[in-house]
């Protein structure tokens, strides 16, 4: 196996989608469950796009959790950075579904508590170093802020990311259904972005940490970082990468569920990363492309059911994208 590029960072989980689409969590009667978590989706898409990827979290020591870890292997995801706890289980979220695909994270399986899952015990001191020794980029969520010892393996892992010159890339994945302290997020979150390099949000997450979903201006304000994108579901995605801002416009496509549409997303940009040198995203044509490439890679992803599952291959990314262009 090749060394990974890029390390993902955080929780693995099933999602359990409800059966019916538009109903209230008391009202649902049959859930379908889906492999997911946002990091883990990350380094799923990028090992099916063909870029060496590596999980680092916690599940566990459970039917669930082999299974995940079972899926991560087979899609060539390298897992030496998995840790497994001995009494916490591995995660399960109940997902609605509204009449146009889009989700809501409402609770946890089991009518468990948020800490209750293995992914929270990540431990900072078994951190496999010699990933971050040969890795390009980091991709981390928020989620496991919310836990006091995932919150320092994040730490830990930004440390190593600086010691080996590991370029970051942050997901902020707003989900308060994950916090005890909802309000302790945005400052642990601003702190976090003071050590990231590419910054990642919904329209909504940027209105409720900047209040401005101008990607110029969180740029501007954070003065550290060398790209920041938001996400605007059907109104596509503004970027400002190397000081090159545009907007590209969403893909139409049938929407059967939005589950890990993001995600893929995500990454399809740190793929087309890995693709060019740093430098050329100063150049305005590549930087637009790179964000298409990633916008074509998250529509692709809305058309099946779940988020690994759904993700699509570079040829269909490739044949998408050429299509369109033929007849735009």
């Known amino acids: 196996m090749l060394n990974p590029r890029v390390i993902c960072l955080g929780e693995i989980l099933f999602d359990c989608i409800s059966n019916q689409p538009g109903s209230p969590l008391e009202s649902v009667t049959s859930w379908t469950s889906y492999p997911g978590g946002a990091p883990a989706n990350v380094a799923c898409a990028l090992a099916k ?7 680092v979290g916690c599940v566990g020591e459970d039917e669930a959790g082999r299974s995940l870890v ?3 292997q087979t899609l060539g995801v390298n897992t030496t950075g998995v840790q497994y706890h001995p009494q916490a289980p591995t995660r ?5 579904r509204s009449h146009t695909g889009d989700r809501s994270f409402v609770a946890f399986g089991n009518e468990r508590s948020s800490d209750a899952f293995a992914d929270t015990h990540l431990q900072a001191a078994h951190l496999p170093v010699e ?3 040969q890795a390009d980029y980091l991709v981390l969520g928020t989620l496991e802020l919310a836990y006091p010892e995932s919150r320092a393996a994040i730490a830990q892992a930004l440390s190593l990311a600086e010691q080996f010159f590991v370029k970051v890339v942050l997901d902020v994945n707003w989900r308060p259904v994950f916090w005890h302290e909802p309000d302790m997020a ?3 979150i601003h702190e976090m972005i ?14 409720w940490l900047f209040d401005t979903t101008d990607p110029g201006a969180i740029a501007y304000r954070l003065g550290s970082v060398e790209g920041v994108l938001v996400t605007k579901g059907e109104h596509g995605s503004a970027y400002c990468l190397s000081a090159n801002e545009g907007t590209v416009p969403t893909f139409e496509v049938e929407v059967e569920d939005t589950t890990g549409a993001g995600d893929c997303f995500l990454a399809g940009f740190v793929h087309q990363l890995c693709q060019h040198n740093l430098h050329e995203i100063r150049d305005p044509q590549v930087a637009r492309q790179i964000v298409e490439y990633a916008n074509a890679a998250g529509a692709l992803t809305t058309v099946r059911r779940g988020a690994i599952a759904a993700q699509p291959s ?3 990314i490739e044949a998408f994208l050429f299509l369109r262009n033929q007849t735009s």
């Open 314 to 316: 570079p040829a269909e």
């Open 70 to 72: 079972d899926l991560l």
């Open 194 to 207: 003071k050590r990231i390099d590419f910054l990642k949000l919904s329209e909504e997450e940027a209105e």
């Open 49 to 55: 796009l063909g870029t060496p990827s590596a999980f």
């Open 131 to 133: 990933l971050f020794q």
């Open 92 to 96: 399960t979220v109940l997902v609605l």
């Open 186 to 188: 945005p400052s642990l």
